[in-house]
């Protein structure tokens, strides 16, 4: 079964050069589009991009009517397991009470107390919001439930809604550990760890001031290695420190947040394959200063932007929100933030199918009711996704 999306005003394809073979070897290129364009989707991939009059014969055909059509977004970075809500925590922090880790365990309060279907409804709901918002592949941590049990059934519910599962038992110190940080790395590297492994594809550590130091994050990422899963940090967010130089060292994916970077942290992102990804709705709604994405951009850093979805720091599901702030408030351009939003995402979870709409992509696609993809940036908080496409499936539409 094929189909064919014609009249596509703007087509975002990130493809590498000439749309060929070699961009689903290689992954997603620079930011591309083409206007007055046409796609082919085959059996859930892209088959054929090109302009309208050239485009060939399909089994079905859908007229666009000179919208966009780009690729999903890929968010590579969302907490979706845990129960409750802190606006409480949100309206205070609006009133003048800074933010600290501290406010995790309130949530980990939470998450302990509710059934698995609670929880698994909670995430069933957020990545309906995604769907419904344009994200297509979204990573899941766990990390609020912080004992064995806890950890264990949040991977294992999160499992069954997308393989970018990572295990993050090491979030906070949960209280009961309180005088005892050591004794709780110990648990995050051998029996939660052995319980989480099996479901979990990344392992990841809070390396902070009042979560987990540099030695602490270098034992649980190791361990995580060791048990099979590819690392990547929360680092440097609310102050300057080692994190960024630990996930480099690790051979991270992805080292997130990134807000506060000396000279040489920037250098040793330029200098690996480790992406920097931006989550610019946590400065918003913690009234920080933003994530200098510029000097990111100019050190030819990779840069990815997600949303960080979790109910303390961020509870947002919109890519699209996060596109805004990183071209308003981070000064990026509306090209480059959408490639971070797809391509980049794509990057920092090591997918090369996903991210863009090179030929043999997945043919995970956004279509937008506006005429170029800098209506995302430029009419900020409307929504403006007509429908979503999974694996060539219409998965969503307005
Ligand atoms: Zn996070």
């Known amino acids: 079964m094929s189909t064919l999306i014609t009249n596509i005003g703007e087509l975002v394809t990130n493809a590498l050069g000439p749309v060929g073979a070699e961009a689903a070897r290689t992954g997603p290129g620079g930011f591309t589009a083409l206007s007055d364009a046409a796609l082919v989707i085959d059996d859930g991939r892209i088959a054929w991009t090109g302009q309208t009059g050239h485009a060939p014969a399909a089994d079905e055909r859908v007229d666009a009517a000179g919208r966009v059509v780009m690729p999903g977004f890929v968010d590579s970075h969302a907490h979706l397991i845990f129960a409750g809500e802190r606006g409480d925590e949100f309206a205070a922090r609006m009133a003048g009470v800074p933010y600290s880790a501290g406010g995790i365990r309130s949530t980990v309060a939470a998450t302990r107390a509710a059934s698995d279907a609670e929880l698994g409804a909670n995430l069933r709901r957020l990545a309906g919001e995604m769907l419904a918002q344009g994200i297509t592949t979204f990573e899941c941590k766990s990390g609020y439930g912080l004992s064995v049990a806890d950890e264990a059934r949040s991977v294992a519910l999160a499992t069954e809604i997308t393989p970018e599962v990572t295990y993050l038992g090491a979030h906070v110190v949960p209280p009961e550990f309180e005088s005892d940080p050591a004794g709780y ?15 979990s594809r990344w392992v990841d550590v809070f390396c902070e001031r009042g979560a987990f130091d540099a030695d602490q994050a270098r034992a649980v990422l190791a361990a995580g290695r060791a048990a099979g899963l590819e690392p990547r940090l929360h680092a440097n967010q609310l102050g300057h420190g080692p994190g960024v130089q630990v996930a480099v060292e ?16 920037v250098d040793a992102l330029a200098a690996s394959e480790t992406v920097a990804t931006l ?11 933003y994530p200098d994405a510029r000097r990111l951009l100019d050190a030819r850093v990779t840069v990815a932007i997600a949303t960080d979805c979790n109910p303390g720091s961020c509870f947002t599901s919109s890519m699209a929100f996060c596109v805004a702030l990183a071209v308003r408030e981070m000064r990026m351009t509306t090209r480059e933030a959408i490639w971070a939003a797809t391509a980049g995402g794509a ?15 997945a043919a995970d696609l956004v279509m937008l009711n506006a005429p170029s993809h800098a209506y995302l940036a430029y009419r900020p908080g409307v929504p403006l996704v007509a429908s979503v496409w999974r694996a060539g499936h219409l998965a969503w539409q307005a």
Not at 279 to 289: A, C, D, K, M, N
Not at 347 to 361: F, N, P, T
């Open 185 to 199: 790395v110990d648990l995050v590297c051998g029996p939660m760890l052995k319980a989480c492994a099996p479901h």
């Open 250 to 265: 690790a051979g991270a994916a992805s080292a997130d947040h990134c807000t506060y970077l000396s000279d040489a942290d």
């Open 279 to 289: 989550l610019p709705g946590v400065e918003f709604s913690t009234r920080q200063p």
């Open 347 to 361: 990057r920092a979870l090591r997918r090369e199918d996903v991210g863009h709409l090179g030929l043999g992509a």
